[in-house]
Nanobody, 113 residues
Framework: QVQLVESGGGLVQPGGSLRLSCAASGFTFSRHLMYWVRQAPGKGLECVSMIAGDGAAGYTDSVKGRFTCSSDNAKNTLYLQMNNLKPEDTALYYC???????WGQGTQVTVSS
């Protein structure tokens, strides 16, 4: 059974940092493209980052230089390091393998003073 479990969200002040984690089970995620997707209040889904099995990662323009996606294949865990957070980063963040219909439950990130 495939499971994706995110953690690490919370409330942070502008300019602060958070690291999200996504623990995967039921498959070897290094064999698949994995995504971090967010949904801000009242808005649609936005792909924040994607990472391939070789560690190559891509980012949406609004987070380039601030967010870093990485993986620990031995732990089957995906990470999203988020630095210099802005209020517009406030959203529910999902770890996903959307091409196969697998999504985590999401972790809330709120950036506010």
């Amino acid at each position: 059974q495939v499971q994706l479990v995110e953690s690490g969200g919370g409330l942070v002040q502008p300019g602060g940092s958070l690291r999200l984690s996504c623990a995967a089970s039921g498959f070897t995620f290094s064999r698949h493209l994995m995504y971090w997707v967010r949904q801000a209040p009242g808005k649609g889904l936005e792909c924040v980052s994607m990472i391939a099995g070789d560690g190559a990662a891509g980012y949406t323009d609004s987070v380039k230089g601030r967010f870093t996606c990485s993986s620990d294949n031995a732990k089957n865990t995906l990470y999203l390091q988020m630095n210099n957070l802005k209020p517009e980063d406030t959203a529910l963040y999902y770890c996903a393998r959307p091409q196969s219909g697998y999504w985590g439950q999401g972790t809330q990130v709120t950036v506010s003073s």
